[in-house]
T-cell receptor, first 113, second 112 residues
Framework: DAGVTQSPTHLIKTRGQHVTLRCSPI?????VSWYQQVLGQGPQFIFQ???????GRGNFPDRFSARQFPNYSSELNVNALLLGDSALYLC????????????FGEGSRLTVL | AQRVTQPEKLLSVFKGAPVELKCNYS??????LFWYVQYSRQRLQLLLR??SRESIKGFTADLNKGETSFHLKKPFAQEEDSAMYYC??????????????FGKGTKLSVKP
């Protein structure tokens, strides 16, 4: 099993642009969560999707959105990028609807210039 | 507000010495706590959860509700324990749905 896979691994954008990050969960996992990790901080919750529905949302502006597809993969979209959006974006999958036993991907490193 | 505090950014010990990584939490209700670990060049992974009362790689953690703490301990540190350790609290937002609130992490360095 390849585990949770994320793409791209690294990307550079400029302020005002839009970015789409992708995540494929572990086979059989129906829950996907997104976390933002700024340098020197722990991961911060952005969204959780279960069975293609948004089940939870963290304290992030509306510029952040996500969706989950029928195959349980997920996309995180960020519009109107700001310098402060530079971070490692982590995707985690779980076999349950709750948050316990999260399996994380390696992350997508976003740099906003 | 729910919060997880890891007061030490860096903890450095010698091989064979005891290790204690501190974690304090703030949560109204019955908390569920976890320790996650990230080894160099590896992804973040679950180390242990308090409800399992398990010992993983020699590490244990006891929930102390009176002191609102969930410190991670190991009696004899090994060099391969060097990693970034994150304490996390599950925050419920509906039924069994919830997300994790992470602390800022403690970097453990075990010297030979």
């Amino acid at each position: 099993d390849a585990g949770v896979t994320q793409s791209p691994t690294h990307l550079i954008k400029t302020r005002g642009q839009h970015v789409t990050l992708r995540c494929s969960p572990i086979s059989g996992h129906k829950s996907v969560s997104w976390y933002q990790q700024v340098l020197g901080q722990g991961p911060q919750f952005i969204f959780q999707y279960y069975e293609k529905e948004e089940r939870g949302r963290g304290n992030f502006p509306d510029r952040f959105s996500a969706r989950q597809f029928p195959n349980y993969s997920s996309e995180l979209n960020v519009n109107a990028l700001l310098l402060g959006d530079s971070a490692l974006y982590l995707c985690a999958s779980s076999s349950l609807s709750g948050a316990g036993d999260l399996f994380f991907g390696e992350g997508s490193r976003l740099t906003v210039l | 507000a729910q919060r997880v505090t890891q007061p030490e950014k860096l903890l450095s010990v010698f091989k064979g010495a005891p290790v204690e990584l501190k974690c304090n939490y703030s949560y109204s209700g019955s908390p569920e706590l976890f320790w996650y670990v990230q080894y160099s060049r590896q992804r973040l992974q679950l180390l242990l959860r308090h409800i399992s009362r398990e010992s993983i790689k020699g590490f244990t953690a006891d929930l102390n509700k009176g002191e609102t703490s969930f410190h991670l301990k190991k009696p004899f540190a090994q060099e391969e324990d060097s990693a970034m350790y994150y304490c996390a609290l599950k925050k419920y937002y509906g039924g069994s749905q919830g997300n994790l609130i992470f602390g800022k992490g403690t970097k453990l360095s075990v010297k030979p």
